[in-house]
């Protein structure tokens, strides 16, 4: 009897071990892969980043540049990071597809000399102010402000849109609240589905908000108003419902 129980228990331990074996095949059918793959591209990473290096000593030369290098899964390609050591809005991308094409797209000249990512700084700026102000304080579902509007370039035909004149120069201070009395939104987001708004409610919305950042020196061109009226699997939908003018409010 217990000779029995000792072969029962011997094909049992056979059978676990003989799971245990065929587990260990398959993980090393799935990882070694995985494994091969995660090499191959820190290897396309390191030739990549010294890539980087011959390339902008050759195009943009006397340039105190530092970089990082990493592998874009959505591209399959590989992005390298460029900012400056020394110039706070000099910050550009390179996109490298990974054989030997070379750098396939560099955003310098669209970034950098145009002014956008000083534009893009001062916005930033000019959001934190504003949120400081409104955001905790104010009955909506949420605030944001910027210097494009809600509406996005495309759309802006639908209302009238603040004409950018501002002269955007690298690394130059701006005064983020006077500019956002030429070209500052303040967009209210607010949710339909709780209560409803009317024409009236949402100007008088916008006139408190203007009054709030008026007492703390933040200019608005405009309020753009985002209103759901709908749920999509338990969010709200928002739309763009109108934009309110500083200048036109009584």
Aim: charged share 20%.
């Amino acid at each position: 009897m217990a000779k029995e129980d000792f072969s029962a228990g011997e094909v049992l331990k056979q059978s676990i071990l003989a799971v245990f074996t065929v587990l260990g095949v398959l993980a090393a059918l799935i990882f070694i892969p995985m494994g091969l793959e995660k090499l191959e591209q820190a290897k396309a990473v390191a030739r990549i980043h010294e890539e980087a290096a011959a390339y902008l000593m050759e195009k943009y030369p006397g340039n105190d540049f530092q970089w990082e290098t990493h592998y874009e899964p959505q591209t399959e390609g590989y992005i390298v990071q460029v900012q400056s050591q020394s110039s706070t809005d000099t910050h550009f991308r390179l996109e490298h597809p990974g054989d030997d094409t070379g750098f396939c797209h560099d955003t310098y000249e669209y970034l950098v000399p145009s002014g956008l990512n000083t534009r893009q700084r001062v916005s930033d700026e000019y959001e934190a102010a504003v949120l400081e102000v409104l955001h905790g304080n104010f009955p909506v579902y949420e605030v944001e402000a910027d210097f494009h509007g809600a509406q996005g370039a495309s759309r802006q035909g639908k209302a009238e849109a603040a004409q950018d004149t501002v002269v955007w120069v690298t690394d130059q201070e701006y005064d983020a609240s006077q500019v956002g009395a030429q070209i500052g939104y303040v967009i209210l987001w607010l949710d339909g589905t709780k209560q409803t708004y009317t024409d009236d409610q949402m100007n008088r919305l916008a006139r408190q908000a203007a009054a709030l950042l008026d007492e703390a020196g933040i200019g608005v061109y405009a309020f753009d108003i985002m209103l759901a009226d709908s749920y999509y699997y338990g969010s709200p939908m928002f739309h763009f419902e109108k934009r309110i003018l500083k200048s036109e409010m009584n």
